[in-house]
């Protein structure tokens, strides 16, 4: 990987690749938001980091445990402790 | 009883959480007992009205973590703000590398698992609520019991490192040599 940020990202970009997590999280304010995307609309390399930041976020979305439910197993023995510690249903 | 009106239904809830958390389906099942039995002791400390869910997701996070305490120590790590800049790093040896694409053509579920199993608290939770639960940074701050801002910077790191470690996965799997060689034939 490179030594530094700079030997990697484009001096002019760095701020707005500070910022973009917080523009995709939508944790800015409106003109702050604003400016990320003006220098997206400009910007090849930043528009790539920005692919690659959602790419990363859905892939991540992709590994959550979605539907499952509770064994039954697990119910019993949470249902079994809970007795034992004086819980009546 | 109100415990069995209000905590009990969660229990799904509980459990995906749980799941997220230990990667491991008998982790989680002890993990699930352990949050109720606590739940159950400490009734008397829930306040009734406020997000009884909420309140069982910061009993599992914390059963979770002393959990993982016995098993080995977990690593401290101070976040700061250059982190997020830094993330530009990992894309920048990805666009080197010809495989900034890893996160669509790839199947990563596998290696988020296993990446997420190696970073280090308190990154780990953070991830797995924001980014893989889908969680605001607010929800995150409550159930973590810090700052909004200390949330921000701790994924800024854990981002990263994930980052870090799925692009070492792609270029282990060979994912660079796959993209070279459809460029060739791109060229031919």
Not at chain 1, 3 to 26: G, K, R
Not at chain 1, 52 to 60: E, H, L, N, P, T
Not at chain 2, 15 to 33: H, I, K
Not at chain 2, 73 to 79: D, G, I, M, S, Y
Request: hydrophobic share 40%; net charge negative.
């Amino acid at each position: 990987m490179p030594e530094t940020i700079s030997e990697a990202i484009p001096a002019t970009c760095v701020e707005v690749i500070s910022q973009l997590w917080d523009h995709l999280d939508n944790q800015l304010c409106g003109d702050e938001s604003d400016a990320v995307r003006l220098h997206m609309d400009e910007c090849a390399h930043c528009r790539g980091l920005e692919r690659f930041q959602i790419g990363y976020r859905d892939a991540m979305r992709s590994a959550r445990t979605g539907t499952a439910t509770a064994p039954w197993h697990v119910r019993a023995r949470v249902l079994d402790s809970l007795a034992d510690a004086g819980f009546c249903p | 009883m109100a415990f069995e009106r209000e905590a009990l239904p969660w229990m799904d809830d509980v459990y995906r959480f749980a799941l997220s958390l230990t990667r491991d389906e008998s982790d989680a099942d002890d993990v699930v007992q352990d949050t109720y039995l606590r739940a159950y002791r400490s009734w008397h400390t829930y306040l009734p009205g406020s997000d009884c869910r909420r309140w069982l997701f910061t009993i599992c996070r914390n059963v979770f973590l002393r959990s993982r305490e016995r098993a080995r120590p977990t690593v401290e790590l101070e976040a700061t703000d250059s982190d997020a800049a830094a993330a530009g790093v990992v894309y920048a040896t990805a666009v080197r590398e010809g495989i900034e694409d890893l996160f669509s053509r790839l199947d990563l579920g596998p290696a988020i698992n296993d990446a997420l199993t190696r970073i280090p608290e308190p990154f780990r939770s953070t991830l797995i609520i924001v980014d893989v639960e889908d969680q605001s940074y607010e929800a995150a701050a409550e159930e973590l019991g810090v700052p909004i801002g200390t949330v921000r910077s701790r994924l800024f790191r854990g981002r990263r490192l994930m980052q870090e470690q799925l692009l070492d996965y792609a270029q282990d799997a060979g994912f660079k040599v796959r993209s070279a060689s459809v460029e060739q034939r791109r060229n031919a």
